[in-house]
């Protein structure tokens, strides 16, 4: 699907690359706008509201995803920049780098597109009755989930490509080898340091 069939979206980062090692860049947009072409603040990308990110190469949707990062948009997309190969990435989360990574050095053009539902005040169960609460939120869950539902009926039931799991399906052997090298990596580290601190004991 391309993103300009989606009437809901906006804009907020494009990637890009220096040429020297293995870290993307996310340029996020300065003077966001809504679908609507209304103004934003660029504090909405660090809100923790109900959001979905579809990530866009060469105009087209490759994947639809949710998160409930405390740290708002940025903070969901951030393990991207580098697919946590550091730590102990998830296999998503690595693979969706590897994805990213792959296009770009391919010289495709990489964007990040955003939708939010706003908040609202409900009345919430507490243990003896309700609470009036002027922050409430759907998951974001609910959100991907109805954003998947749209995407799969003009789609013949499929899911953008880069939805992996949600299509059941296995993730590429060089990604799998190259995450299990990270995890391997890590725990050698774990194990060392454990040493470390027991010489020092």
Not at 25 to 40: C, Q, T
Not at 69 to 81: A, E, R
Not at 98 to 108: C, E
Not at 115 to 131: C, D, P, R, T
Request: proline share 2%; charged share 30%; aromatic share 10%.
């Amino acid at each position: 699907m391309k993103i300009s069939d989606v009437k809901t979206c906006f804009k907020i980062a494009d990637v890009s690359w220096d040429g020297k090692g293995t870290k993307l860049s996310f340029d996020y947009l300065e003077n966001l706008k809504d679908e609507n072409g209304n103004d934003l603040p660029s504090s909405i990308l660090k809100e923790n509201i109900s959001r979905v990110y579809l990530i866009v190469v060469d105009g087209i949707i490759k994947k639809i995803g949710c998160s409930e990062d405390k740290g708002g948009m940025k903070g969901t997309l951030s393990i991207y920049k580098d697919g946590g190969v550091k730590g102990r990435p998830s296999i998503r989360s690595f693979g969706i780098w590897y994805f990213l990574f792959h296009a770009i050095t391919k010289g495709h053009k990489i964007e990040f597109y955003m939708i939010y539902q706003e908040n609202f005040s409900a009345k919430v169960k507490g243990l003896f009755g309700y609470h009036n609460v002027k922050n409430a939120s759907i998951s974001p869950k609910l959100l991907e989930e109805c954003c998947t539902i749209d995407y799969r009926s003009v789609e013949n039931n499929n899911f953008p490509d880069w939805n992996i799991q949600e299509q059941a399906s296995d993730w590429p052997t060089e990604i799998k080898q190259q995450h299990a090298k990270i995890m391997e990596e890590s725990s050698k580290k774990k194990i060392a340091k454990g040493r470390k601190e027991a010489k020092r004991a």
